[in-house]
């Protein structure tokens, strides 16, 4: 690869150290780890330029980087927390998932209260982009804990005692988080997503 | 024996889904609440479009052998 392709790969993908940032500080909780991870994520991306072929996008291939960089220091990581059992025992096990927002979308048998339009994938690339922008606010706009336990399992692909170990709660109580994440990704795709 | 489920009840069993292979009654309730629920319907087919364009977007679709060292 000539080396003007590989400066262009540097520049985009500097552009993407503040989103890189913030998902990593999600999962790790350390602002020194999610630096160096961030860090680590970028200068592979520059030193393997050359396996990166526009298979994907550059955005893609530096999350799946960060990915491996993660579960990589989470492992680490584990190797002491195991020592001291993460999960402390919340007590709400039940199928709770009664919670304001997602109870406002409902009527008082459990049915939609509105009609609820099918959406139709993005084709083209500029559909893409558009729903990817709107995904990647709502996702910000998740509570810290919701999104860090659906990303632990949706992007790090954790299975569920794992995930529960990491954050130190019940298997019901992840179940709930994992709805309320999904509920509240879908309606707010719904309200913000321009559909044509 | 399949019983009638809500439309509420039927979003926990999406969500649930992602996680676990549903019982045979579960997946049955849930088929046939879609099944004649026009809203439902809907709703099912926003999570499928969500889910799929997460995994694009995460890169955690085809891009995974990129990655590994």
Redesign the interface.
Known sequence: MDSGLLKTIAEEAAGYRPVLYRMALTQLKNAAAAEDATQETLLAAIEKGA??EG??SL???????L??KILDVMRDQSKFKRFSAGYTGDRSES?D?EVGA?DA??DD????A?????????HTVAE?DA??KV??SCMACLPERTSRAF?M???L?LE?PEICLQLGVSPGNL?IL??RA??Q??LC??LHWERN | MTQRISCKDTTWLVSESRERALTQEEQQNLERHIERCPACQGASKQFEVLFSQLKHYLGNSDSKENAKD
């Open positions: 396996s990166f298979r994907s955005r893609t291939w530096l999350f799946s980087i990915r491996f199928n998932y997602i979308l409902f048998c459990g049915c939609w509105e009609p609820k339009d099918a959406w139709t994938n993005p893409r729903f990817f995904l990647e990303l399992r949706e992007w692909e569920t179940r994992l709805y999904r509920m990704l879908r795709m719904d």
